[in-house]
């Protein structure tokens, strides 16, 4: 075991599609206004995939090709990806080697996490792991969701929330002390009521029955959630804050899931972090859940400088959450 390899971030990619779904248009779709979906949620418009036989991975490869150019990585350098994804292109293979294969990191193992929207969390800390130990040089994290394909686009409680994207970011053996410093990561399964997916597993197989029930897309009971998260998620940050001995002046910015501006701000508070110190994205992209962080990293990327305390945080289904708190590691 190297104890003196920190697993740090060394680049990173993002890709939306193009289209974009406006709180407007999703006034003629479902019954809902612009006012309602902004106050409620922070959410102006969110990008969707559209075309056939396009899915998750569609979105991921042009974020990890992108990420191999900004990082001067060839191809068949890369000894892991990691894919965290809750709509991956299929139940099987794992959407990591379709990516794999697409981009063309012939040398590199891959394999899937659903952690629903803390999939990217958990993935990053987990590519560490292999950074830390010295097995690996190259890891890839993409986190990516084509949620436009599970979402009920008559249902106004969820379609208006979620939006399509991928990120992905480059972790790397770092002899300086930058890196992932120190993670708390958990999960509570009796959240599963409030927020799941009712068909399409093992236990509910598509059927004719299931389609009819509209039993394929998201199921949440918003407010249960609402609750949770902004409990969890707060409390996660500050802990991690806590154990670090990290002051608001000692962090440079929170990197936090974006699933409403709302639990962003009851994080933010909870650390007593300043608005401008805040990551957020939310307004253009909603929730792109394994997108978001990754998203806001490649967002804010011109503005970390080496040696930034960053905090990272979310919350989502299952129930999971969890924090990470890295020094960034370059300036771009
Ligand atoms: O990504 C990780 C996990 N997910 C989350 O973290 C999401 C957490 N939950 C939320 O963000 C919020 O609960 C929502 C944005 C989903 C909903 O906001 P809310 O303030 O909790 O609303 P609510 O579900 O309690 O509904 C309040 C009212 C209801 O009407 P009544 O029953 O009071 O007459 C809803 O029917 O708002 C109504 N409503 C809407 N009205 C207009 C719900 N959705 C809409 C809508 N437009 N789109």
Redesign the pocket.
């Known amino acids: 075991m190297s104890q003196h390899y920190k697993a740090a971030i060394t680049g990173v990619a993002g890709y939306v599609p193009d289209y974009v779904l406006t709180n407007k248009e999703l006034e003629t779709i479902?019954?809902?206004?612009d006012e309602?979906?902004i106050t409620?949620?922070g959410i102006k418009e969110r990008h969707l995939l559209k075309g056939e036989e396009k899915g998750t991975s569609t979105m991921a490869i042009p974020a990890v090709k992108d990420l191999l150019k900004k990082t001067n990585t060839a191809p068949e350098e890369v000894d892991l990806i990691i894919c965290a994804t809750v709509t991956p292109d299929h139940q099987f293979p794992a959407t990591a080697n379709i990516i794999s294969d697409e981009v063309g990191l012939v040398n590199a193992f891959g394999f899937d996490i659903a952690a629903?929207?803390s999939g990217f969390i958990y993935s990053l800390v987990t590519a560490s792991k292999y950074i830390e130990s010295g097995l690996y040089k190259k890891v890839i994290v993409v986190g990516a969701d084509k949620m436009s394909s599970i979402i009920d686009y008559t249902d106004?409680?969820?379609?208006?929330?979620f939006g399509d994207g991928a990120g992905a970011v480059m972790l790397e053996p770092n002899e300086e002390g930058f890196g992932i410093q120190d993670s708390i990561l958990k999960s509570d399964g009796s959240g599963k009521k409030h927020?799941h997916q009712k068909a399409g597993g093992s236990v509910k197989p598509a059927s004719h029955e299931t389609v009819d029930a509209r039993e394929h897309y998201v199921y949440?009971e918003?407010?249960q959630?609402?609750k949770a998260?902004v409990t969890s998620m707060a409390s996660v940050s500050r802990e991690i804050m806590t154990r670090n001995q990290l002051t608001a002046d000692d962090v440079a910015y929170l990197a936090p899931?974006q699933?409403?501006l709302?639990?962003i701000e009851a994080t933010r508070r909870k650390m007593g972090l300043p608005e401008e110190k805040v990551m957020i994205n939310i307004d253009r992209y909603g929730?792109t859940?394994n997108g978001t962080i990754p998203l806001c990293l490649w967002e804010w990327e011109d503005k970390l400088k080496k040696g930034d305390n960053i905090v990272i945080s979310a919350?989502?289904?299952g129930f999971t959450w969890g924090a990470i708190y890295l020094k960034w590691a370059y300036n771009k």
């Open positions: 479902v019954d809902t206004t309602w979906i409620r949620t629903a929207c106004r409680k969820t379609c208006v929330i927020l949440q918003g407010a959630v609402f998260a899931h699933a409403n709302r639990i929730n859940t919350f989502g289904g």
